[in-house]
């Protein structure tokens, strides 16, 4: 009985070294989709605001405001994308651990009969 639920905790851990490997793939992709939005929003925001110089008067105040203004929004929109990576990540996570821990018990309770079974027609 024990070499068949060894079985099952070796099947759930192969499981959950190919979930591992596949949440850091979802990983780096959601990374790699936020960085791109970062990229053009921070491509916007900079076309934005140069326009708006363009409109208004070249004084040395609003070079120094919108280049304040720029830096809090890449701050806003790093810390933003960021603080939605890790959830999404967690969430994923989450998931991944509740389906492993699901399968192992599967796992575990259907190897028991069999075991009992095969122990009582070896004596």
Request: neutral net charge; glycine residues 4%.
């Given at each position: 009985?024990?070499?068949?639920a ?7 851990a192969?499981?959950?070294?190919v979930?591992?490997n ?12 936020f960085?791109i939005?970062?990229?053009i929003i ?6 934005f ?10 004084t040395?105040?609003?070079i ?8 809090i ?9 960021i603080i ?7 969430i ?6 509740i ?6 018990i ?8 069999a075991?009992?079974s ?6």
């Amino acid at each position: 009985m024990m070499g068949y639920a060894l079985d099952g905790f070796e099947l759930a851990a192969c499981g959950s070294s190919v979930v591992g490997n596949t949440l850091t793939i979802i990983t780096f992709i959601i990374i790699f989709f936020f960085f791109i939005i970062m990229i053009i929003i921070f491509i916007v925001i900079i076309i934005f605001f140069i326009f708006i110089f363009f409109i208004m008067n070249s004084t040395i105040s609003t070079i120094i405001i919108i280049i304040i203004i720029i830096i809090i929004i890449i701050i806003i929109t790093i810390t933003i994308s960021i603080i939605i990576v890790i959830i999404i990540v967690m969430i994923i996570i989450i998931i991944i651990i509740i389906i492993c821990f699901i399968i192992s018990i599967t796992i575990l309770t259907s190897s028991s009969p069999a075991s009992s079974s095969s122990c009582r027609c070896r004596r």
